[in-house]
C-alpha cells in the first residue's frame, strides 16, 4: 500500500495517504524507517480523513475519529475491511473505502461490521473446541504442537491459529478439515521456525508456504492424524521449556516519583508504536497494594490503586484477575507501560500493567 502510495504521489495523485497507513500497519510491517512515516503521517490524515465509507465504519465501530492510533487500526478497523475477504467478498470492503455517497457508506459499513461479527463467533467456535479437547487429557495437553481440526471456515484458520498461539503459547496449527484436501494455517512461537519443520515433512502435505512464525499448507484429509504424530516428534526436542516461556522486554526501572507528565510527553514521542518499534515498558519492584478490585465483562481485569514512596497511582491489568485472590496484604513486582486516562473532562496518569509478580 506504501508503495502504491508513493507511486500515485509521483503520478501527482495525492490523496489516499490514510489507506497507505492503514495497510502498512494492518501488514504488521515493522514500523521503523519508511514505515515509520507511512504509520505516522497515514494515521494523521486518518483522523482527518473525509472518506464517508471510513467515517462510516469509525460510527459503526464506535471509534473516535481523533483518537485513533495503531491498536484502532489493527484490532478494530483492519479486522472490518478483511472480514469480508475471508468469509464473503473483498469488492464490498472496496466499495466501502471508495464510495462518495453517505448513505451507501452506512449501508456498507453496517454489512462490514456484521460480517466481522460473524468471523469473530468462527474464531471463538475454534477456541471453544480445542478448551473442550485439551481438558480431555487428565494432566494437559499431550503435545506440545497443537493441532486442531473440523469443519471451520478457511476464511479464519490463519485467525484462530494467531488468538491459539496467544493464549497458550506454543505453536498451532488449525485445519479447515474437508472430505478430501484440507487447508492448514500454522503460527508459531519465537525461536520454533514452523516453516522449517513443516518442510521436513514434505512428503505428508501437498503444498504449501511461509515463513518462521506463520505457514499455510493444503493436505490429504486422511494423513493429517499422521502428520500430528511426526510433527510432534520432530517438535518435542526443539520446544525446551526455555523458548515456551514468555518473555517480556524491560526498557527501564522506575520508582513512582520519576513518573510525570513530562516523561509521557517524551514517551508519545515513540509514537506510532507497534511491530519492531514496541511501546516502552518498564518495572518497578516492591510496589504496595493499596485497593484492588476485579472490572469487565467476567471481571477478568484487575483494577489496581498501588502505591510506592508515598506516590499513588491507578493501574489497569488486563486479563490478570485470576490473581486476585492472591493480592490482598502483598507486595507486587510490575511491568506496564504508561498511559493517559481521561475521564470527565480529567487527565490523569494509569499504569498498564503487562505482567505482576507477587513478592513474599
Not at 44 to 63: D, N, W, Y
Not at 150 to 166: R, W
Not at 317 to 338: C, E, H, Q, R
Request: positive net charge.
Amino acid at each position: 500500500s506504501a508503495v502504491a502510495w508513493i507511486l500515485a504521489r509521483e503520478l501527482g495523485i495525492v490523496s489516499g495517504l490514510e489507506l497507505a497507513g492503514v495497510g502498512t500497519i494492518s501488514d504488521q510491517l515493522p514500523l521503523i524507517g519508511a514505515n515509520r512515516s507511512v504509520a505516522k503521517y497515514g494515521l494523521e490524515a486518518l483522523r482527518e480523513t473525509k472518506r464517508p465509507g471510513l467515517i462510516s465504519m469509525f460510527e459503526e465501530a464506535q471509534v473516535e475519529k481523533e483518537k485513533i492510533g495503531t491498536y484502532e487500526v489493527g484490532y478494530i478497523i483492519a479486522p472490518r475491511i478483511n472480514a469480508m475477504g475471508r468469509l464473503t467478498h473483498a469488492i464490498d470492503s472496496l466499495r466501502l473505502l471508495c464510495t462518495k455517497d453517505k448513505k451507501r457508506a452506512r449501508e456498507l459499513a453496517d454489512l462490514v461490521g456484521r460480517t466481522n461479527f460473524e468471523r469473530q463467533k468462527m474464531v471463538d467456535q475454534v477456541m471453544v473446541t480445542t478448551l473442550s479437547e485439551m481438558k480431555i487429557e487428565s494432566k494437559g495437553y499431550k503435545n506440545k504442537v497443537i493441532i486442531m481440526a473440523g469443519d471451520y471456515h478457511e476464511g479464519v484458520i490463519g485467525l484462530a491459529a494467531a488468538k491459539l498461539v496467544e493464549k497458550f503459547y506454543r505453536p498451532v496449527v488449525v485445519l479447515s478439515k474437508k472430505k478430501d484436501i484440507s487447508k492448514a494455517s500454522a503460527r508459531s512461537i519465537a525461536g520454533f521456525n514452523i516453516i522449517k519443520v513443516i518442510r521436513k515433512l514434505e512428503g505428508l502435505y501437498l503444498e504449501g508456504g511461509g515463513h518462521p512464525m506463520a505457514a499455510g499448507f493444503s493436505i490429504e484429509t486422511s494423513r493429517i492424524e499422521e502428520f500430528t504424530k511426526r510433527i510432534n516428534e520432530i517438535s518435542k526436542p526443539l520446544l525446551t521449556e526455555e523458548i515456551l516461556s514468555r518473555k517480556l522486554r524491560v526498557d527501564l526501572e522506575l520508582d513512582f516519583n520519576q513518573i510525570n507528565p513530562e516523561l509521557v510527553e517524551r514517551i508519545n514521542k515513540f509514537e506510532p508504536t507497534g511491530l519492531g518499534n514496541f511501546a516502552p515498558l518498564f518495572i518497578t519492584k516492591k510496589v504496595e497494594i493499596v485497593e484492588a478490585r476485579t472490572v469487565g465483562r467476567d471481571n477478568a481485569h484487575l483494577k489496581l490503586k498501588l502505591r510506592k514512596k508515598d506516590v499513588i497511582f491507578d493501574a489497569i491489568a488486563f486479563g490478570l484477575a485470576k490473581t486476585y485472590s492472591l493480592l490482598p496484604n502483598t507486595y507486587l513486582d510490575i511491568v506496564y507501560s504508561i498511559e493517559e486516562n481521561i475521564w470527565n473532562n480529567h487527565t490523569s496518569l494509569q499504569l498498564k500493567i503487562k505482567d505482576i509478580k507477587i513478592r513474599n
